[in-house]
T-cell receptor, first 112, second 115 residues
Framework: DAGVTQSPTHLIKTRGQQVTLRCSPKSGHDTVSWYQQALGQGPQFIFQ???????QRGNFPDRFSGHQFPNYSSELNVNALLLGDSALYLCASGQGSGETQYFGPGTRLLVL | SQQGEEDPQALSIQEGENATMNCSYKTSINNLQWYRQNSGRGLVHLILIRSNEREKHSGRLRVTLDTSKKSSSLLITASRAADTASYFCATDARAGGTSYGKLTFGQGTILTVHP
C-alpha cells in the first residue's frame, strides 16, 4: 500500500518564477493538506482540499493556490516566487475529517 | 503563526535513558498529535490524544494531556540511537465544533540519543 507521494523531491527556482508541486494521497484517502516548513521551524498550514474544493486556508497570500483532481491527487502552485518561499513543502492526506494525517516526504524548494 | 511551544528546544541523552518533551498551546483543541521528523524529511505520525483523554500509550511512548493547563508531554522510554529526530506537537483546534484536520505545529524539540 503506497503512502503519500510527492514530486519533485527538490526544486530550484529564481525570484518571480512560478512553481507547481504535486501530491498523491495514501490509498483510500480523500483529503489533502499542504504545509510549508521553513528551516528550523514547525510546519505551517497552507490549505486543505476535500471533494476538489478548498475547505480551509491558513494565513498565506493568494500567490499560493491549489487544486484537487477527481482521483484526489493535488497540486500546489506558487506564483511570483520570493526568496522567503524557500522551504520544505509537505503534503498530508487523510480521510474525511482528517483527524489523523499521513505526511509525504516533502518537496524542498530553493528560490534564488 | 505557531500555536504550540515545545520545551526543551533541544535534548541530548544517552541510550537507555528516558526522554521527556513538553508542549503548550493556546486555544481549545479537538485533539493533540505528536510527530517525528528525521533529517528535515516527512513527518511520521506517532500518537493522537483527544481532548477528553488524559493519557495514552503506544509501545515506548507515553503521552499526557492537561487541557486545564493547555499542555501535553511526550515520554519516550528506554531511548535508542534511532530515536534521534525532531519531535513536534500539533493541535487540531475547534472550528465551529468540527475538526477538519487543520494542524497547528510547535517549533519542535531536537532529540539526540547518543549510543
Amino acid at each position: 500500500d503506497a503512502g503519500v507521494t510527492q514530486s519533485p523531491t527538490h526544486l530550484i527556482k529564481t525570484r518571480g518564477q512560478q512553481v507547481t508541486l504535486r501530491c498523491s494521497p495514501k490509498s483510500g484517502h480523500d483529503t489533502v493538506s499542504w504545509y510549508q516548513q521553513a528551516l528550523g521551524q514547525g510546519p505551517q498550514f497552507i490549505f486543505q482540499y476535500y471533494e476538489e474544493e478548498e475547505r480551509q486556508r491558513g494565513n498565506f497570500p493568494d500567490r499560493f493556490s491549489g487544486h484537487q483532481f477527481p482521483n484526489y491527487s493535488s497540486e500546489l502552485n506558487v506564483n511570483a516566487l520570493l526568496l522567503g518561499d524557500s522551504a520544505l513543502y509537505l503534503c498530508a492526506s487523510g480521510q474525511g475529517s482528517g483527524e489523523t494525517q499521513y505526511f509525504g516526504p516533502g518537496t524542498r524548494l530553493l528560490v534564488l | 503563526s505557531q500555536q504550540g511551544e515545545e520545551d526543551p528546544q533541544a535534548l541530548s541523552i544517552q541510550e537507555g535513558e528516558n526522554a521527556t518533551m513538553n508542549c503548550s498551546y493556546k486555544t481549545s483543541i479537538n485533539n493533540l498529535q505528536w510527530y517525528r521528523q528525521n533529517s528535515g524529511r516527512g513527518l511520521v505520525h506517532l500518537i493522537l490524544i483527544r481532548s477528553n483523554e488524559r493519557e495514552k500509550h503506544s509501545g515506548r511512548l507515553r503521552v499526557t494531556l492537561d487541557t486545564s493547563k493547555k499542555s501535553s508531554s511526550l515520554l519516550i522510554t528506554a531511548s535508542r540511537a534511532a530515536d534521534t529526530a525532531s519531535y513536534f506537537c500539533a493541535t487540531d483546534a475547534r472550528a465551529g465544533g468540527t475538526s477538519y484536520g487543520k494542524l497547528t505545529f510547535g517549533q519542535g524539540t531536537i532529540l539526540t540519543v547518543h549510543p
